[in-house]
């Protein structure tokens, strides 16, 4: 048996945890309120000493998950096995209804405030929600690259304790984020002049 873990930089994670709990979990608390009461797991060395006292380290088998890349399925069966490492085309559609697409910032504030009523068939209020704004949407992003690259530092010393011992060298910024820095401040400049964020 082995365990496959994929760290991710946590501010690319912390985003995309929050536009995850407010489309499935309700969540109804700001952004950065989030991250300093509800976000965990982003030490990934605690996380993984956890899992090494129970199933060894030789059973821990860890990446860095690339946001870049568009598939996901390949890293994995790599991660599992070098006779796979070549394996294409069991890539999951991002249109299929199996895959866990992030909703953008206008579906994911009009969420949110509906998470605060009661409503009849809620998903599919929802859904209808996320697919009127299909194609017109701008990205859930809440940090600019300053406030991102202050919320890696935070785990930086985490990073390298974890890189060091699950990747073979020390490291504290982990990459593989989707957005470069000028295309993050680009889409925040384009929220704010909307109105859709205040950082």
């Not at 206008?106 to 949110?112: E, P, V």
Request: proline share 2%.
């Amino acid at each position: 048996m082995k365990i496959v873990f994929f760290a991710r930089s946590q501010d690319e994670l912390a985003e995309s945890e929050y536009n995850q709990m407010v489309k499935l979990k309700r969540v109804t608390e700001s952004f950065s309120s989030y991250v300093e009461n509800s976000l965990d797991g982003c030490h990934f060395d605690s996380e993984m000493a956890v899992w090494e006292r129970h199933f060894g380290r030789e059973n821990l088998v860890c990446r860095i998950y690339d946001a870049g890349r568009k598939e996901v399925v390949a890293p994995f069966l790599a991660a599992i096995s070098d006779d796979l490492a070549d394996f294409s085309g069991a890539e999951v559609p991002a249109n299929s209804g199996a895959a866990n697409i992030a909703i953008g910032m206008k579906a994911l504030s009009a969420i949110r405030l509906l998470n605060e009523i009661e409503l009849v068939d809620r998903q599919t209020v929802y859904q209808r929600i996320i697919d009127g704004f299909a194609g017109v949407d701008l990205p859930a992003l809440f940090l600019d690259s300053e406030a991102a690259a202050r919320l890696r530092s935070r785990f930086a010393e985490s990073n390298r304790s974890f890189t060091e011992r699950y990747l073979g060298r020390a490291f504290a910024d982990l990459g593989g984020r989707r957005r470069s820095d000028e295309e993050r401040d680009t889409v925040m400049a384009q929220l704010i002049a909307l109105g859709l964020t205040s950082n």
